[in-house]
T-cell receptor, first 115, second 115 residues
Framework: AQSVTQLDSHVSVSEGTPVLLRCNYS??????LFWYVQHPNKGLQLLLK??????LVKGINGFEAEFKKSETSFHLTKPSAHMSDSAEYFC?????????????FGTGTRLTIIP | ETGVTQTPRHLVMGMTNKKSLKCEQH?????MYWYKQSAKKPLELMFV???????ENNSVPSRFSPECPNSSHLFLHLHTLQPEDSALYLC??????????????FGPGTRLTVT
């Protein structure tokens, strides 16, 4: 079975302070992991991805995430929040077993940046 | 914005109407997807097309009928929908390989309201 748990449905931080969005996963196979962002009335935009290379992944807009196999986590961080970071964030796990792919989305975390 | 366009962006239809959603990708990808995004629920994969052939149908009701005339275009034909079908419908595309695929790119979505 494969699953994704985003531990917080809402996160609020002040502008200029660090951001932490938590994601835990389970997968029977070596997974690939992604973070997507969705601004209001927009589609999902890829922030970053982990595909079995370096465990610390850097993405766009200053975001990064660390794959920790022992903790089955892939938390998203940013050192200093900007107002434009207010959006919905989705953690996604993908596993592939002999060409049969399965993609599972988390329920999302709404990030609000406070001026 | 992401190479995947969707029309219309907003659609209001009655339960007896017939309408179609259109998706076009300009990325040269060979796989296309329809997703349903409802409030407070994870993204639901509806259909997958790989090289114009439907490879996945996740128990979607027959009132939703997909069509993929070529690798760049994907349609979702709608007929006798129910109010609970109101949602954001997202199209995505990716480059699919024999045993895996690259990340998916999403369109901005069509906000569907069934009255």
């Amino acid at each position: 079975a494969q699953s994704v748990t985003q531990l917080d449905s809402h996160v609020s931080v002040s502008e200029g302070t660090p951001v932490l969005l938590r994601c835990n996963y389970s997968s029977s196979y070596s997974p690939s992991l992604f973070w997507y962002v969705q601004h209001p009335n927009k589609g999902l935009q890829l922030l970053l991805k982990y595909t079995s290379a370096a465990t610390l992944v850097k993405g766009i807009n200053g975001f990064e995430a660390e794959f920790k196999k022992s903790e089955t986590s892939f938390h998203l961080t940013k050192p200093s929040a900007h107002m434009s970071d207010s959006a919905e964030y989705f953690c996604v796990v993908r596993s592939s077993n002999f060409g049969n792919e399965k993609l599972t989305f988390g329920t999302g975390t709404r990030l609000t940046i406070i001026p | 914005e992401t190479g995947v366009t969707q029309t219309p962006r907003h659609l209001v239809m009655g339960m007896t109407n017939k309408k179609s959603l259109k998706c076009e990708q300009h990325l040269g990808h060979n796989a296309m997807y329809w997703y349903k995004q409802s409030a407070k629920k994870p993204l639901e994969l509806m259909f997958v097309y790989n090289f114009k052939e439907q490879t996945e149908n996740n128990s979607v009701p027959s009132r939703f009928s997909p069509e993929c005339p070529n690798s760049s275009h994907l349609f979702l034909h709608l007929h006798t929908l129910q109010p609970e079908d109101s949602a954001l419908y997202l199209c995505a595309s990716s480059q699919k390989l024999a045993l895996s695929s690259y990340e998916q790119y999403f369109g901005p979505g069509t906000r569907l309201t069934v009255t």
